[in-house]
Structure formats: C-alpha cells, structure tokens
C-alpha cells in the first residue's frame, strides 16, 4: 500500500465525549419481525423494483453482461458468492454461448434487483444449492444472445450474412479472413434488437462447460485485496462509523433500564442508540465501540409468560412426544406390520441445536440519508432484506439500494427470513445519521438465536425371516424452521414442513409397509436452515438405521440398500461408485473400519465411505470417499470443492457441534465452547463424480447429509454401538 | 507513543495500548486483508507475523509490537516464500469463501519459512489454528506442499476423477 499518503503520526484515539443516549421509538418492524410478508408479495415488488432500477448499462443492454470496447467480459452475478463459486462457474455459462476468451471475463456481485430474481423462487437469493441449477438456461440465453448481436453487428459492417460468419475465442470470423474482435462491434451490437430465440449449443459442442477451471475470484482472496462486508473502510464511504449491539443474554430478553455511565472517558464514541432489544454503541473505530458497549450496564427482561428454552427439557419433552402418535406425512402399505418383525429395533435419536460459525461474523452497513437510504451486505436473500430494510427505515423498497458483498461463508444464516441483523443495522442507522458499519462479535454471533432446530426422531423399524424390511414406522419431533416466515405457505402443506421431513418422507428405499409422521412443537428457539437442512438429521437416521438393519438381515450393508433401491438407477449407481472406489468388501487398513451412507438431495445424489479409527476414545476419520451425481458438471474443480467443504462442514457437527440453552440462554459463545473441524481433524476427501444426466443438479449441500452416518456406521463397525446421538461421543 | 513497523514502513501511534494490533491495522490503516474471526486467538484467520513469527493480531496489543516490524497478507507477495505460497494457492484452487485464506496464507509462510520440507504432521500441528468453514483443508495441505517443493507437486487439474 502507499504509505505516503497517510499521515501515520496521526494515528490517535477520538477525543472522549459521551454521547446522550438516544432512546428510538420502537418501529412496527421490530414487532413484526418474521411474520406478516407472504412469498407473493415479492411478485408485484418485481414490477416496482423493474422501474425503479434500470439495469445497468450494458452493451448491449442486458442487466447480466457488459462487453467493453477492450473486448472484457463483464458478468453480473445474481446470487451470493460465499464459497460455493458462483463467481466463476455463472460466468463459464455466459461465456460457453458468448464464445469469448475465458480470460477476459470478470464477475461482479449483482445488487438487488428485480432481474436478479431466481428463476425458480421469484425473489433474488441464494440457497437450496440452486444456483447454477435456477441460471442455466437462463445465463446460456443471455450468451447466446449476446453472441447472435454481435455477429450481426459484425456481418453488418462487413455487408455480409451472419450465417457466413462464426465466433471463436472473443473474435467473429467473416469470409474471405474477415476478423472482429468483440469489443470492436460491442457499441454497434448494443443498437441491434436482443433475439427472442436462439438455439442452445448440444452438450457435445461444449468447450469451456465440464472444464475444470480455476476461481476468478480467487487472486484477490490470497493477497488481502478482496473485500468483504466487514472490510469496508471510510475510504469506501466517507464518515463511515463503526456499531457494536448490546444484545439481551436470553433469546427474546427486552431492555428493562441501562446505564451509560462507565462511557465517561472512554475515547471516540459518538452515539449510543437504546431499543426494544438491543443497545447500540456507535464510535470512530471498533476498539472505540467495543470498549464502550462492553462498558454498558443493562438489564433485561423476558415475558413472564414467555417460554425459557432449555435444551435438557426440550430433549425430554420431544422424546416424550415421539413416542406419542404424530401428523402423518407419508404412509406406505401397513407400518404396523413391523410388530410382526423377526427382528425388530426400536431407536430414538437425538439431535442438538447447531449454529452456523461462518468464518466471517454478521455485518451490515447502511448509509441512510433520509429519503434513501443504501445498503452493504453479503446477503443471501438480496430481495426480502432489501424489503425489510426499507420498512425498517420507512422508505419504499425502491428507495434502498442494496449492495451485495462477498460473504465469508454464510451456510444459512445470511438467508434470514426475519432479516435480523439487516433490520437491527437500519434501526441504528436512522437514528444516527451516520453511515454506519454494524459489526456482531463472534460471541454476538453464537449466541445471535437463529440456529438449525433440534431434533429427536424415534424409529422402530423391523426385517423379517427372510431378511427383508417388515415395516418403518418413524416419528420425527422438531420445531419448523419456516413456520411464520414468508416460506411457510410456500413448503408447510397440511401442517407438514417439508424441511422436518424431507429425506426421511421421500426416501428412495423400497420399503412396502413405511410411515413417517411429524409432530411440531411450538416455535421457542428462533430457528433457520443449515446447509442441506432437513436433511442434516434426516440423513443420519435412515441410512443407520438401513445398516442396522442390514446387520440384523445379517446382509452386507451394500448389498442390502442395492437390493431396496432398483427403482432409483441414479442412487444405485452413486453407491455402487463409492463402494468401488473405497475397495469396500476388502479389508480396511488394520484398527480402522469403513462406513457406507447414501443421500439423495438438492436434485443429486451423494454416497461416502468413511475410513475411521478410534484412538483414546477419539474417533479419526482418516480418509472419505465420496461418490456424486451431480447431473452435468459445470466445474469439476468446484464440485470436488464442494464435497469437500460439505464434508468438512457436516463432520465438525458430527464430532463437536452443539448449541445448548439453558433457561432460554445459549451456552456456548465463541470456537472454545462451539468447537469446529480443524485441518489435523481432516479426513483426506477423494471425490468421484458420477456420470451425470443433461443438466446441473445441487453441489453445495448434498455432500452433508452422508458424513456423519458413514462415520457413526464405521464407528458401529469398531465397536458394535450404535450412535444415536449427534455430536458423535465413544 | 508506540513506535513499529507495519510492512517495513515506520508507524507512530498515540492510542490505547490495549488496542490489539487486528484494529490498528483494520480501522487505523486500513489493511483490511487480516481478518477478524474470533477475538480471541482461537481461529487464526488474523495471523500476521510479528518480526517474523506467527502471531494472532486479535489478541496482541498494539504496545507488543513496539520496536518490530509487522509483516501483513497485502505485503507477504515480496517474500520469496510469500510469493511461492500464494502461487500455489492459485494453482490449487484453494480458496472458496477466502475469508480464513489470509490467515492460512500467513501460518503457512511462517511454516516453511522454518521449514523447508514439512511433513503432513508438520503441516497439521501448524496449521490447526486456523480455522476453515468452508473446509478448504486437503487443498491448504496440497498447496503448502506445492509451495514446498514446486517441482515435485504438479498442480490439481482436476483432482476430482470421472467415475465409471
């Protein structure tokens, strides 16, 4: 950097002034909080948003790519980069049809806006791995077209038939030698009216689609250039202050009374904002907000009324419930047949709270300047928080522009129907005056209340003489992660959430006499998904139990899902790829043992063979084998990343993941007491993929669910115990 | 007055000598490539080298680093080493989200700074202190040994192999 435009000398601490506290007057958003917006909602907003924000300009004119007189290529990305590559495998389907040189293209996080909705789900955001999927036909069309401008501006200027010409590597090529370069003809291009048709290249044309193909993103993540939310600085936007959140200790605690008066002396703090339930502490710095918010004396109060979550309780009560009857969500021929078992298991696991620990703590920034306001957030749900956002600060949705920044992972917790932390940076927001970046500590974090529920599931399930499966009777109990959100007329039908119950409701076994049924206590624990959702339980349960009963048919554990899964090609195959490539049915290295676990999810289908050992009662995954269908791969580098990374991120729950609450306050606080996967803990991670069908299916989740049952069946191969409970203990 | 050095250049400071050295850099001269995780040394991602060894910035107070040089991630690319591990994070694809690559970038200077041919445990009791959510960490071994030996390791085309 250049050092000789600072003035080092001056690096000084703010002058001490305490603040007036100013008490904000409690807005109606605070109150409605998750409630109140229905996913249709967004629908009209698109009409609105699509006057208010013109695309950006673009040549030629399209809101997703920008061609320049340089002949750069210049994509805009709908959704949110924060790990899964989108930053790179978006572009390579722009520039498969475009024809340019890879070289030359450059992405760039869209803002909000009415054009970057997902295809699929209306509203611009990122989850359920559909990124690539919800884009492919779509950024496909948009290079496409733009190749048909281009070469018609070209055969244009030459007088010639487009058909005469061709396009490789950023240049049209015309009769008789004629060469363009893109960026000659861009301008021209823009002029020419977009083509409503345009015919897709065959998969066998493709050249740059299925090439592996390094991160654009990634030369600015080694050399500390690259900017995410929380590195945004007053050069980025003048006067910018810095917020530290004083919030209740106890999920839903209101602020009763505080004292401000350790803040005298204490350099550099300019503000201090009081709510219903937070208190804000705004400096020149974040040491200066930092010291200053811990120097606050509160009190707090929770509803007499209102429930205190405790983790032991709730466990009891859940079990209590799964042995009760439940809704039911899927029935097959007749469970109660598994009272007639040869052989029958009954089974009860358990399930803790998880939070999500993404590298980079929540923040936000908001510039709010009275009748606009703009945001700086890596958001993955660009829409319902830049609509939360507004209502926060009572401006029209039009009236905010939100910009999307690169997000140090997220898994999540940045896809919050409820927007907290987006409508808790608006409040401050409006109430100072000053741009303000609001930064949550890493125990703000932790304990920030949004966490992938708890769950307790009890299955008896039986084989019969013969060894094949009697009945399936399988209760799951849990909180819904979408009840009052915007997603809850979208995925709970007949009271089932779908996310409660997906992998265990639509399993593919061919299991003739199966039930799986739900009961859903009241929401006390504000919760949300985490990367692949229902099905980070779901998972564990069926394919233990699958080998349990495998065991108990006394069949091998592939042999017997093989023999359950004929109707599903797609599964079959994935596990019969994971178990060639692991060597199963040969010996595992001496002291260590293999488990196998299958799961479809997110439109693929992912199975793992995990090589364990157990050395001082800690159990070591050495090695993962993973097989997936992931339909056709855009990127091989990155889909290898992702089963990696889905692998890493369900292992670190598997082995030490639990939130607790104890009289509605969360336990845990910071990476001592919420352990994570660090890298001596690594299984080395081969990934196989598995030849795929015409199109794209999900990559960023579905490697979760098969780790931890590959791990707990590996574990029952060592010792004979069944694991039932998450995290993992031997 | 603290007098240091922040990537060779001279620094004077008259602030709270408890402010840990992760904000003088961040907000003071905004060098915003050493990120904070955790703030309490548990996660790695603001590593920086304090006269060459690995520290964590976060729980460092500025007044420690009176009289030495702080070398950060934005300046680790003019070391021989710096250079070849950052290379080699490229030619690996390391990075996803890049939130912890800083930090690992800067532990695994530090690391074959002192060692020139580190073994997998070398590598995992130098690296455990930093943390990965998104898992980066059979690539972070590959690129260390990439760096290590540049002839010997070829670059990942794609690790990931067709199936049958």
């Known amino acids: 950097m250049d050092f000789s435009k600072m003035n080092l000398a001056s690096i000084t601490d703010a002058p001490a002034a305490v603040p007036k506290p100013s008490r904000r007057k409690f807005l109606q958003s605070s109150a409605a909080l998750g409630g109140g917006l229905v996913l249709g909602f967004y629908l009209p907003l698109r009409d609105r948003l699509a006057h208010a924000q013109p695309a950006p300009k673009a040549v030629p004119p399209n809101a997703f790519l920008r061609i320049g007189k340089d002949g750069s290529v210049t994509v805009q990305v709908k959704h949110l980069e924060f790990g899964q590559g989108v930053m790179t495998s978006l572009p390579m389907l722009v520039a498969e049809e475009l024809g340019c040189d890879w070289s030359k293209v450059r992405s760039e996080l869209a803002p909000a806006g009415a054009a970057y909705a997902h295809t699929m789900f209306g509203m611009q955001m990122t989850g359920g791995s559909s990124s690539v999927v919800n884009s492919w036909d779509q950024l496909r069309t948009v290079g496409a077209q733009a190749r048909t401008m281009l070469v018609q501006a070209a055969a244009n200027q030459w007088k010639v038939k487009p058909g005469d010409c061709k396009v490789e590597n950023g240049t049209i090529l015309g009769p008789g030698g004629k060469k363009l370069g893109f960026g000659a003809v861009a301008e021209a291009a823009a002029k020419l009216p977009v083509p409503e048709k345009v015919t897709l290249k065959p998969a066998s044309e493709f050249r740059i689609i299925g090439k592996p193909t390094r991160r654009i993103d990634a030369p600015d993540k080694v050399n500390g250039k690259a900017k995410f939310g929380l590195d945004l600085t007053a050069k980025d936007i003048p006067n910018l202050h810095v917020a530290l959140v004083l919030h209740a200790p106890m999920l839903g605690g209101e602020l009763k009374s505080m004292n401000a008066d350790k803040l005298k002396g204490l350099p550099g703090i300019t503000h201090v904002v009081e709510s219903r339930n937070f208190v804000a502490v705004v400096g020149k710095s974040y040491w200066a907000a930092k010291k200053g918010r811990d120097a606050i004396e509160a009190q707090w109060a929770v509803d007499p009324k209102a429930p205190k979550p405790d983790s032991a309780r709730l466990k009891s009560e859940y079990s209590q419930a799964a042995a009760r009857p439940g809704k039911v969500a899927k029935k097959v021929g007749d469970p109660a047949l598994v009272k007639t078992a040869a052989k029958s298991i009954v089974a009860e696991y358990d399930f803790p709270f998880l939070a999500h620990a993404a590298m980079e703590p929540l923040n936000c920034t908001v510039s709010y300047k009275g009748d606009s306001a703009e945001l700086w957030v890596g958001s993955q749900f660009q829409t319902p928080d830049q609509v939360a956002a507004a209502k926060a600060l009572g401006l029209a949705p039009e009236k905010v522009k939100l910009n999307t920044m690169i997000a140090g992972g997220g898994f999540g917790r940045r896809a919050n129907p409820a927007s907290d932390y987006i409508v808790e940076a608006c409040e401050i927001a409006k109430e100072v005056k000053v741009p303000i970046k609001v930064i949550w500590t890493r125990e703000d974090d932790m304990k920030g209340g949004y966490y992938r529920p708890a769950y307790v599931h009890r299955v008896e399930a039986g084989v019969d003489a013969a060894g094949k499966i009697a009945g399936w009777d399988h209760h799951i109990v849990g909180q819904s992660i979408v009840s009052g959100t915007a997603f809850e007329g979208f995925l709970v039908k007949d009271g089932i959430d779908n996310t409660s119950v997906e992998g265990v409701a639509d399993t593919p076994y061919d299991i003739p006499n199966f039930q799986c049924a739900l009961t859903t206590p009241t929401k006390v624990v504000t919760s949300l998904w985490w990367r692949s959702v229902g099905h980070t339980h779901t998972a564990f349960v069926m394919e233990t139990m699958i080998d349990e009963l495998a065991h108990a048919a006394k069949a091998d554990p592939v042999a017997f899902r093989t023999a359950l899964l004929t109707k599903h090609p797609r599964v079959l195959k994935t596990l019969a790829l994971a178990a060639e490539k692991s060597g199963w049915g040969k010996p595992a290295p001496k002291g260590r043992a293999r488990g196998i676990a299958v799961h479809e999810s997110f439109g693929s289908v992912c199975a793992q063979v995990a090589e364990v050992s157990i050395d001082n009662g800690q159990i070591k995954v050495h090695k993962v084998v993973a097989a997936i269908d992931c339909g056709l791969v855009v990127n091989p580098l990155t889909v290898e990343a992702q089963v990696q990374s889905a692998i890493a991120y369900g292992l670190s729950a598997a082995l030490h993941g639990a939130i607790t609450l104890k009289d509605g306050v969360v336990e845990q606080s910071n990476f001592h007491d919420y352990p994570v996967l660090r890298g001596n803990e690594m299984p080395v991670v081969e990934v196989h993929l598995a030849p795929g069908g015409d199109k794209p299916t999900g990559v960023g989740e579905p490697g979760t669910p098969p780790i931890a049952p590959a791990v707990a069946n590996a574990v029952f191969a060592l010792t004979g115990k069944r694991v039932r409970s998450l995290p993992m203990k031997v | ?164």
């Open chain 2, 1 to 164: 007055m603290i007098r240091f050095k922040v990537n060779g250049e001279p620094i004077q400071a008259s602030i709270d000598p408890e402010t840990p050295l992760l904000w003088v850099l961040r907000d003071n001269l905004q060098l915003t490539g050493t990120k904070y995780g955790c703030g309490m040394a548990l996660c790695g991602a603001c590593t920086v080298h304090l006269d060459g060894q690995p520290i964590r910035a976060c729980a460092t107070p500025v007044s420690a680093c009176a009289g030495k040089n702080v070398s950060t991630i934005e300046k680790i690319g003019a070391s021989a080493v710096g250079k070849r591990v950052q290379q080699a994070w490229l030619d690996a694809d390391v990075v996803q989200c890049g939130y912890c690559q800083s930090g690992q970038i800067m532990s695994a200077v530090a690391l074959l700074n002192t060692n020139k041919n580190p073994s997998d445990a070398d590598i995992d009791a130098a690296m455990s202190g930093n943390i990965c959510r998104c898992g980066t960490y059979n690539r972070v071994k590959q690129a260390i040994k990439m760096a290590a030996a540049p002839a010997a390791a070829a670059p990942a085309k794609s690790a990931a192999k067709k199936g049958a």
